[in-house]
Nanobody, 121 residues
Framework: QVQLVESGGGLVQPGGSLRLSCAAS????????MGWYRQAPGKQRELVARTSSGVGTTYADSVKGRFTISRDNAKNTVYLQMNSLKPEDTAVYYC???????????????WGQGTQVTVSS
C-alpha cells in the first residue's frame, strides 16, 4: 500500500504564491510519475503539471510560466510552486503518484487526499 500526504494549500490574494507538497510512503519500488491535478466546483478534474521518468515535464497551458513542478527523489516528494495566482486557480489540488511495488512490476496510480487552494481578495 502507498500513502500520500499533501500540504500547503490555503487562502491567498490574487498575485500571491503558495507551495504545495506531496510526500509518498509505503511499498514503493520505483516512482514512474508524479503530478498535480485540480478540480474546481462544477468542473472536471484537470491536469496542472506532471513529471514522468523518460517523458519529462508537462504543464497545462493555463499555468505555464506561473507554476513550477519539482521533485525530491530522496524524499519521494513532489512540489508545486504556484506564483502569480489568479482567482481562476481556485480549486482542490490533488497529487498523483504512479509507482511500481517490485522490480518489473505493474504500475499503480495513487491519489492524495486533496488540498484546497482559494485565491481571493
Amino acid at each position: 500500500q502507498v500513502q500520500l500526504v499533501e500540504s500547503g494549500g490555503g487562502l491567498v490574494q490574487p498575485g500571491g504564491s503558495l507551495r504545495l507538497s506531496c510526500a509518498a510512503s509505503g511499498s514503493i519500488f520505483s516512482i514512474k510519475a508524479m503530478g498535480w491535478y485540480r478540480q474546481a466546483p462544477g468542473k472536471q478534474r484537470e491536469l496542472v503539471a506532471r513529471t514522468s521518468s523518460g517523458v519529462g515535464t508537462t504543464y497545462a497551458d493555463s499555468v505555464k510560466g506561473r507554476f513550477t513542478i519539482s521533485r525530491d527523489n530522496a524524499k519521494n516528494t513532489v512540489y508545486l510552486q504556484m506564483n502569480s495566482l489568479k482567482p481562476e486557480d481556485t480549486a482542490v489540488y490533488y497529487c498523483l503518484v504512479r509507482v511500481t511495488t517490485r522490480w518489473r512490476g505493474d504500475e499503480y496510480d495513487y491519489w492524495g487526499q486533496g488540498t484546497q487552494v482559494t485565491v481571493s481578495s
